[in-house]
């Protein structure tokens, strides 16, 4: 079946600094990814659609400059979490659809848990 | 009111119940449906994916959908602990837009 791998799966990160989140298609090629946040027993909360070769597309709420998203090849998505505060400290998913047409099931890579200290 | 509903649960069963989880939705424009089992700090795994009303089987999982009521299930049979996660349902009307369910938490006593 499809596979998405993420990486890392953990990272514990000093307030100030940077962390990058990959996420990899690793038997499909995804035009679009998906990342999400998501707090301890609650839902997905989508952050925004990762587009290969554009910018990416933020949900409201979600800063930008905060959260820089690259999609540079059709099976790489980056997130990079800039000037982290210990209030960014969640779970981070990944997803991407398995096929064109925005109709196919969603894969999700494994998460990243980030503790910011 | 929001696009998917889904009961929070927590849903406890004895091993080897049939345990069913729900979904209503008010958007008639989805087609697409999927259930996920999402393990705690483990991202959510594909279980199902349906198509438009009916059932479809897998194993001891089936997916249900009717459009008409706008209600979809999944059915678990001889459920077993190792099932004990949270069960979010999806859908999508085909344009890259994927709804969520809150999840239902589930829980299988041995």
């Known amino acids: 079946g499809a596979v998405v791998s993420q990486h890392p799966s953990r990272v514990i990160c000093k307030s100030g600094t940077s962390v990058k989140i990959e996420c990899r298609s690793l038997d499909f090629q995804a035009t679009t990814m998906f990342w999400y946040r998501q707090f301890p027993k609650q839902s997905l909360m989508l952050m925004a659609t990762s587009n290969e070769g554009s910018k990416a597309t933020y949900e409201q709420g979600v800063e930008k400059d905060k959260f820089l998203i690259n999609h540079a090849s059709l099976t790489l998505s980056t997130l990079t979490v800039t000037s982290a505060h210990p209030e960014d400290s969640s779970f981070y998913i990944c997803?991407?659809?398995?096929?064109?047409?925005?109709?196919?099931?969603?894969?999700f890579g494994n998460g990243t848990r980030l503790t910011v200290t | 009111q929001k696009e998917v509903e889904q009961d929070p649960g927590p849903l406890s069963v004895p091993e080897g119940a049939i345990v069913s989880l729900n979904c209503t939705y008010s958007?008639?424009?989805?087609?697409?449906f999927m259930w996920y089992r999402q393990y705690s700090r483990k991202g959510p795994e594909l279980l199902m994916y349906?198509?438009?009303?009916g059932n479809k089987e897998d194993g001891r999982f089936t997916a249900q959908v009717d459009k008409s009521s706008k209600y979809i299930s999944l059915f678990i049979r001889d459920s077993q602990p190792s099932d004990s996660a949270t069960y979010l349902c999806?859908?999508?009307?085909?344009?890259?837009?994927?709804?969520f369910g809150t999840g239902t938490r589930l829980k299988v006593l041995a």
């Open positions: 958007n008639s424009a989805f087609q697409y």
């Open positions: 349906t198509y438009s009303s």
């Open positions: 997803s991407a659809p398995t096929g064109p047409g925005g109709n196919s099931p969603l894969h």
């Open positions: 999806a859908m999508t009307s085909g344009t890259y837009k994927y709804i």
